[in-house]
Protein backbone atom coordinates (compact mmCIF):
# COMPACT_ATOMS: atom_id res chain seq x y z
CA UNK A 1 0.00 0.00 0.00
CA UNK A 2 1.30 3.56 -0.73
CA UNK A 3 1.87 6.08 1.74
CA UNK A 4 -1.05 8.00 -0.02
CA UNK A 5 -3.48 5.49 0.42
CA UNK A 6 -2.24 4.43 3.87
CA UNK A 7 -3.43 8.22 4.49
CA UNK A 8 -6.28 8.14 3.02
CA UNK A 9 -7.56 4.98 5.08
CA UNK A 10 -6.29 6.55 8.21
CA UNK A 11 -8.35 9.49 7.40
CA UNK A 12 -11.51 7.79 6.39
CA UNK A 13 -10.87 5.71 9.60
CA UNK A 14 -10.95 8.40 11.57
CA UNK A 15 -14.06 9.61 10.10
CA UNK A 16 -15.80 7.18 11.00
CA UNK A 17 -14.61 6.39 14.04
CA UNK A 18 -15.83 9.91 15.67
CA UNK A 19 -18.57 11.20 13.42
CA UNK A 20 -22.09 10.43 15.35
CA UNK A 21 -24.75 10.17 13.04
CA UNK A 22 -28.64 11.68 12.91
CA UNK A 23 -31.64 11.08 11.45
CA UNK A 24 -34.18 13.97 10.76
CA UNK A 25 -37.70 13.68 9.26
CA UNK A 26 -41.16 15.02 8.52
CA UNK A 27 -44.91 13.49 8.20
CA UNK A 28 -47.43 12.90 6.08
CA UNK A 29 -50.28 15.53 6.79
CA UNK A 30 -52.93 16.70 5.15
CA UNK A 31 -55.61 19.88 5.94
CA UNK A 32 -58.44 22.14 4.68
CA UNK A 33 -58.00 25.63 3.85
CA UNK A 34 -58.09 28.27 6.30
CA UNK A 35 -57.05 25.93 8.74
CA UNK A 36 -53.50 25.92 10.76
CA UNK A 37 -51.95 22.52 10.79
CA UNK A 38 -48.85 20.75 12.88
CA UNK A 39 -45.10 19.48 11.49
CA UNK A 40 -43.05 17.69 13.75
CA UNK A 41 -39.81 18.02 12.93
CA UNK A 42 -38.17 14.87 14.21
CA UNK A 43 -35.17 13.49 15.56
CA UNK A 44 -33.96 10.12 15.58
CA UNK A 45 -30.93 8.26 17.04
CA UNK A 46 -29.40 12.01 18.21
CA UNK A 47 -25.71 11.22 19.19
CA UNK A 48 -25.16 14.07 21.53
CA UNK A 49 -26.25 16.91 18.55
CA UNK A 50 -25.23 20.11 19.99
CA UNK A 51 -26.47 22.73 16.83
CA UNK A 52 -28.61 22.17 14.05
CA UNK A 53 -29.42 23.67 10.57
CA UNK A 54 -31.45 23.37 7.61
CA UNK A 55 -34.54 24.41 5.30
CA UNK A 56 -37.85 23.21 5.13
CA UNK A 57 -39.30 23.28 1.56
CA UNK A 58 -43.07 23.76 1.32
CA UNK A 59 -45.39 24.38 -1.55
CA UNK A 60 -46.10 28.28 -1.45
CA UNK A 61 -49.13 28.05 -3.10
CA UNK A 62 -50.64 25.76 -0.63
CA UNK A 63 -48.77 26.54 2.45
CA UNK A 64 -47.63 29.59 4.79
CA UNK A 65 -45.55 29.40 7.13
CA UNK A 66 -46.54 30.53 10.37
CA UNK A 67 -44.29 29.35 13.18
CA UNK A 68 -42.16 27.46 14.84
CA UNK A 69 -42.47 26.55 18.11
CA UNK A 70 -39.49 23.78 20.46
CA UNK A 71 -40.97 20.22 20.89
CA UNK A 72 -40.07 17.54 23.46
CA UNK A 73 -36.19 17.46 23.15
CA UNK A 74 -33.91 20.29 24.34
CA UNK A 75 -33.48 22.86 22.00
CA UNK A 76 -31.57 25.80 23.73
CA UNK A 77 -31.55 29.06 21.53
CA UNK A 78 -32.85 28.76 18.28
CA UNK A 79 -34.43 30.83 14.83
CA UNK A 80 -35.97 30.84 12.30
CA UNK A 81 -37.27 32.64 9.15
CA UNK A 82 -38.93 32.48 5.78
CA UNK A 83 -35.98 33.09 3.16
CA UNK A 84 -38.39 33.06 0.56
CA UNK A 85 -41.77 31.83 -0.29
CA UNK A 86 -41.60 28.04 -0.35
CA UNK A 87 -38.39 27.74 2.18
CA UNK A 88 -38.33 27.77 5.61
CA UNK A 89 -35.00 28.33 7.69
CA UNK A 90 -34.01 27.03 11.21
CA UNK A 91 -30.96 26.89 12.95
CA UNK A 92 -30.06 26.14 16.41
CA UNK A 93 -27.39 25.97 19.10
CA UNK A 94 -28.22 23.63 21.16
CA UNK A 95 -28.06 23.91 25.34
CA UNK A 96 -23.60 22.83 25.80
CA UNK A 97 -24.87 21.08 29.59
CA UNK A 98 -27.90 19.00 27.49
CA UNK A 99 -27.32 17.82 23.66
CA UNK A 100 -29.84 16.17 21.76
CA UNK A 101 -29.80 12.82 22.46
CA UNK A 102 -32.16 9.96 21.02
CA UNK A 103 -35.74 10.33 19.25
CA UNK A 104 -38.41 12.61 19.44
CA UNK A 105 -39.69 16.34 17.97
CA UNK A 106 -37.48 18.54 17.98
CA UNK A 107 -39.90 21.29 16.55
CA UNK A 108 -43.50 21.65 15.71
CA UNK A 109 -43.36 23.59 12.31
CA UNK A 110 -46.71 25.65 12.19
CA UNK A 111 -48.26 26.21 8.84
CA UNK A 112 -51.48 27.96 7.63
CA UNK A 113 -53.91 26.20 4.64
CA UNK A 114 -54.25 28.75 2.17
CA UNK A 115 -56.71 27.09 -0.36
CA UNK A 116 -56.58 24.01 -3.02
CA UNK A 117 -58.65 21.27 -3.77
CA UNK A 118 -58.38 17.73 -2.60
CA UNK A 119 -55.08 16.06 -4.56
CA UNK A 120 -52.14 14.13 -5.41
CA UNK A 121 -49.61 14.92 -2.01
CA UNK A 122 -46.90 17.32 -2.32
CA UNK A 123 -42.83 17.25 -1.37
CA UNK A 124 -42.11 18.42 2.29
CA UNK A 125 -38.41 18.47 1.88
CA UNK A 126 -35.38 18.79 4.37
CA UNK A 127 -33.07 20.65 2.26
CA UNK A 128 -29.32 21.26 2.99
CA UNK A 129 -29.33 19.92 6.63
CA UNK A 130 -26.45 20.04 8.58
CA UNK A 131 -25.63 19.13 12.29
CA UNK A 132 -22.68 19.50 15.07
CA UNK A 133 -21.93 17.22 17.87
CA UNK A 134 -21.62 19.52 21.18
CA UNK A 135 -18.21 18.24 21.81
CA UNK A 136 -14.64 20.39 21.94
CA UNK A 137 -14.02 19.77 18.34
CA UNK A 138 -17.59 20.42 17.45
CA UNK A 139 -17.25 17.44 14.69
CA UNK A 140 -19.98 17.37 12.01
CA UNK A 141 -22.85 14.63 11.88
CA UNK A 142 -23.67 12.45 9.21
CA UNK A 143 -27.44 13.44 8.89
CA UNK A 144 -30.09 11.16 7.11
CA UNK A 145 -33.06 12.73 5.82
CA UNK A 146 -36.90 12.06 5.52
CA UNK A 147 -38.71 14.00 3.80
CA UNK A 148 -43.02 14.26 4.12
CA UNK A 149 -45.31 15.18 2.25
CA UNK A 150 -48.62 17.45 2.38
CA UNK A 151 -52.50 16.77 1.00
CA UNK A 152 -55.04 19.44 0.73
CA UNK A 153 -57.92 17.54 2.03
CA UNK A 154 -60.16 17.27 5.20
CA UNK A 155 -57.89 17.77 8.71
CA UNK A 156 -59.27 19.41 11.60
CA UNK A 157 -56.06 21.16 12.47
CA UNK A 158 -55.66 23.53 15.57
CA UNK A 159 -59.75 23.30 15.87
CA UNK A 160 -60.03 19.94 16.15
CA UNK A 161 -61.64 19.59 19.91
CA UNK A 162 -63.90 22.88 18.99
CA UNK A 163 -65.19 20.74 16.24
CA UNK A 164 -65.08 17.41 18.05
CA UNK A 165 -67.30 19.52 20.57
CA UNK A 166 -69.55 20.67 18.28
CA UNK A 167 -70.48 17.14 17.13
CA UNK A 168 -70.74 15.76 20.77
CA UNK A 169 -73.31 18.62 21.70
CA UNK A 170 -75.61 17.79 18.60
CA UNK A 171 -75.67 13.98 18.77
CA UNK A 172 -76.65 15.03 22.49
CA UNK A 173 -79.44 16.95 21.34
CA UNK A 174 -80.81 14.77 18.74
CA UNK A 175 -80.91 12.29 21.62
CA UNK A 176 -82.97 14.50 24.25
CA UNK A 177 -85.14 15.62 21.20
CA UNK A 178 -85.88 11.67 20.44
CA UNK A 179 -86.38 10.57 23.92
CA UNK A 180 -89.05 13.42 24.69
CA UNK A 181 -91.15 13.18 21.38
CA UNK A 182 -90.99 8.92 22.34
CA UNK A 183 -94.45 8.04 22.98
CA UNK A 184 -95.46 7.51 26.77
CA UNK A 185 -97.20 3.99 27.71
CA UNK A 186 -100.08 4.18 30.00
CA UNK A 187 -100.24 2.83 33.27
CA UNK A 188 -101.52 -1.04 32.28
CA UNK A 189 -105.03 -1.41 34.30
CA UNK A 190 -106.11 -4.44 35.53
CA UNK A 191 -108.60 -6.61 33.17
CA UNK A 192 -112.51 -6.00 33.95
CA UNK A 193 -113.03 -9.86 35.48
CA UNK A 194 -109.92 -9.44 37.93
CA UNK A 195 -111.55 -6.39 39.04
CA UNK A 196 -115.32 -8.34 39.44
CA UNK A 197 -113.42 -10.89 41.92
CA UNK A 198 -112.01 -8.17 43.83
CA UNK A 199 -115.18 -6.60 44.41
CA UNK A 200 -117.47 -9.68 45.57
CA UNK A 201 -114.05 -10.80 47.77
CA UNK A 202 -115.09 -7.52 49.56
Same mark, same amino acid.
Given at each position: ????????????????????? /??????????????T???????R???????????????????????V?????????F????????????????? +????????????????? /???G???????L??? #??????????????R???????????????????????????????????????? +? #????? #???????S??????
Open positions: MTSLARIFALLLFAHCAHAAS /VTLSLPAVSGSSGFIPVTLSVDAQGMGAFQCDVLYPPNLLEATGDPGTLPTGLNHNVVEPGRLRIVMAGD +PQNPVKGSGTLFNLQFK /VLHETGAPMPILD #RARAWEQTKDSLEMVTTENGSFQVGFGLGQHKWLIIGAVATVILLLVILAWKKK +P #RQAPM #RAPECERAQTKAF
